[in-house]
């Protein structure tokens, strides 16, 4: 319960805030965001690697541990579908942020992905195709997916 009202916290103000400065600033804000959160993402990649063990950066699953952490910070619910070692496929299906950040997808799409990329560069990992959260419910699907599947 803790997790998901961080999460649900987190949610609305992330959304709030970029919101407000959207209206402000424009559009540009969140270029300047997702700067921001990739590099994040790639300040946190040695820690992450640490904390969840991760041994093997040519095991896509080994590498989902970033999520599972992720997850249970947010009180994000979900499952693995697939775990192979160069393809590993989690659905999220309760996610506290989703109702937060339906006014504002973008959270999901830009920001968080950001981080997630920041992540995975800093560590040296080649994903295949642009994104990770190749679903989300913020914006209309009924579940978040995350992808990491590894380049050969």
Same mark, same amino acid.
């Given at each position: 319960?803790?997790?998901?009202?961080?999460?649900?916290?987190?949610?609305?103000?992330?959304?709030?805030?970029?919101?407000?400065?959207?209206?402000?600033?424009? =559009? @540009?804000?969140? =270029?300047?965001?997702?700067?921001?959160m990739? @590099?994040?993402? !790639? *300040?946190?990649?040695?820690?992450m690697?640490?904390?969840?063990?991760?041994?093997?950066?040519?095991?896509a699953?080994?590498?989902?541990?970033?999520?599972?952490?992720?997850?249970?910070?947010?009180?994000?619910?979900?499952?693995?579908?697939?775990?192979?070692?160069?393809?590993?496929?989690? !659905?999220?299906?309760?996610? /506290?942020?989703?109702?937060?950040?339906?006014?504002? /997808?973008?959270?999901?799409?830009?920001?968080? @992905?950001?981080? @997630?990329?920041g992540?995975?560069?800093?560590?040296?990992?080649?994903?295949?195709? /642009?994104?990770?959260?190749?679903?989300?419910m913020?914006?209309?699907?009924?579940?978040? *997916?995350?992808?990491?599947e590894?380049?050969?």
């Amino acid at each position: 319960k803790i997790a998901s009202l961080a999460g649900r916290t987190l949610g609305i103000f992330l959304s709030t805030i970029m919101n407000a400065l959207s209206r402000s600033f424009g =559009e @540009e804000v969140w =270029e300047v965001a997702k700067k921001a959160m990739y @590099e994040v993402g !790639r *300040q946190r990649a040695a820690t992450m690697v640490r904390i969840m063990k991760i041994d093997d950066l040519k095991d896509a699953r080994c590498l989902g541990r970033i999520m599972d952490l992720e997850d249970s910070n947010s009180g994000i619910k979900g499952e693995w579908i697939e775990t192979g070692k160069k393809r590993a496929v989690k !659905r999220e299906y309760e996610c /506290p942020l989703a109702l937060p950040c339906q006014e504002n /997808p973008k959270i999901c799409s830009v920001l968080l @992905e950001a981080l @997630e990329q920041g992540t995975f560069d800093a560590m040296g990992v080649k994903l295949k195709g /642009p994104t990770v959260l190749t679903k989300i419910m913020p914006a209309g699907n009924p579940y978040c *997916q995350v992808t990491l599947e590894l380049e050969d």
